[in-house]
T-cell receptor, first 114, second 112 residues
């Protein structure tokens, strides 16, 4: 099993540019989570999907952030326009709903907005 | 007051020491308690998982939960340099979303 796959692993962009982060969850998992991690704020939940449907997006910081899950094997997190304060590591995690209360994390995307 | 508080660290100990990592929380609805370990530039991975109060042991690791005090601990015996990582507590009331909360993490260094 390849685990949760995220791409790109690193992204450096300029303020105002659009950024798209990608995630492939573990096959068979039906819940997917997007987190943001910074030194100041720790690990913050942005949004989570259950069976491809967004369930809780209350952690999405503002309208510049959007997330989609068009099918069970793919999700995107988009930031448009990006700002320097969006610099962080973004993690995707997946989970099998009804199973053990465990999330499996991807390796993360380190985003730097200049 | 944050919902979950954790000793900020960083914590440095010599190899072989016993390490105690702690979290306190405020939401009495939490029933599931976890410890995740995060190596540098990696995603967190589940280390220990407990339900309700009590102890759970797995090798050199012991997780303790005291729901009456809203306090959880992770003990590492005979610590090894490979244990050097950030440890995050996490807890949930059984649901996800904002009901699944991570602590800010404690960075541990075990010196050979």
């Amino acid at each position: 099993d390849a685990g949760v796959i995220q791409s790109p692993r690193h992204e450096v962009t300029e303020m105002g540019q659009e950024v798209t982060l990608r995630c492939k969850p573990i096959s068979g998992h039906n819940s997917l989570f997007w987190y943001r991690q910074t030194m100041m704020r720790g690990l913050e939940l942005l949004i989570y999907f259950n069976n491809n449907v967004p369930i809780d997006d209350s952690g999405m910081p503002e309208d510049r952030f959007s997330a989609k899950m068009p099918n069970a094997s793919f999700s995107t997190l988009k930031i448009q326009p990006s700002e320097p304060r969006d610099s962080a590591v973004y993690f995707c995690a997946s989970h099998l709903w009804g199973g053990k209360n465990e999330q499996f994390f991807g390796p993360g995307t380190r985003l730097t907005v200049l | 007051q944050k919902e979950v508080e954790q000793d900020p660290g960083p914590l440095s100990v010599p190899e072989g020491a016993i390490v105690s990592l702690n979290c306190t929380y405020s939401n009495s609805a939490f029933q599931y308690f976890m410890w995740y370990r995060q190596y540098s530039r990696k995603g967190p991975e589940l280390l220990m998982y407990t339900y309700s109060s009590g102890n759970k042991e797995d090798g050199r690791f012991t997780a303790q939960v005291d729901k009456s005090s809203k306090y959880i601990s992770l003990f590492i015996r005979d610590s090894q340099p490979s244990d050097s990582a950030t440890y995050l507590c996490a807890m949930s009331d059984g649901n996800y979303g904002q009901n699944f909360v991570f602590g800010p993490g404690t960075r541990l260094s075990v010196l050979p």
